[in-house]
């Protein structure tokens, strides 16, 4: 079973067990929905399996409530912790929409072949996402996600064809 981070916890948030969420998820409805499964991550300790009695937006992050603990002290260990999803929970997506997963690795080709470098990366800084990536002896190119610039995506091959606009490069 593969994981993939969906939030890390940054602190508790009242006596009743909450914690609070930096979501790092475009589906945090879906991920921190009531009686969703949730997996706690904590360095050199094998996952815990959770689930989600009820979670609500506070002041940008997540205030998450898991059915199997009920006050601060037991979630105060879980500070720092990371929030994971199991591959099989992972919902079909649509046509041209991709997990970040799928994207970070595959090589990025301009569209007359070259080859520019492999997707480390991904921001997510307003309208649209920012693709960096990783050249051999270059500073990071950044690729915005837009049709104008990404004209193919091949999971199958690995590869992402671009065209590069005046000034990206």
């Known amino acids: 079973m593969e994981l993939y981070t969906v939030g890390k916890i940054v602190n508790t948030h009242g006596i009743r067990g909450e ?13 921190f929905a009531d009686g969703a499964t949730l997996y706690l991550v904590k360095k050199d300790q ?11 937006m506070h002041k940008g992050l997540v205030l998450v409530k898991f059915k199997q603990f ?38 990025a080709e301009t569209v007359d072949g070259r080859v520019l470098g492999k997707i480390k990366e991904i921001l997510a800084p307003g309208a649209n996402d920012v693709w960096v990536v990783d050249r051999e002896q270059k500073t990071d190119l950044l690729l915005p996600v837009i049709d104008d610039v990404v004209k ?8 992402v ?4 606009l005046e000034g990206l490069e």
Do not use: M, S, W
């Open 46 to 56: 094998a996952p815990v399996e959770l689930t989600v009695e009820h979670a609500r």
């Open 161 to 164: 064809i671009v065209e590069l």
């Open 70 to 107: 009920n006050n601060i002290n037991e979630v105060q260990p879980f500070r720092d912790a990371e929030l994971k999803v199991a591959d099989q929970d992972q919902a079909e997506l649509e046509e041209g929409q991709y997990y970040y997963h799928q994207i970070i690795g595959l090589t």
């Open 152 to 159: 193919e995506v091949d999971l199958a091959g690995g590869k």
């Open 19 to 31: 914690v609070k969420v930096v979501a790092t998820t475009d589906f945090v409805d879906q991920r």
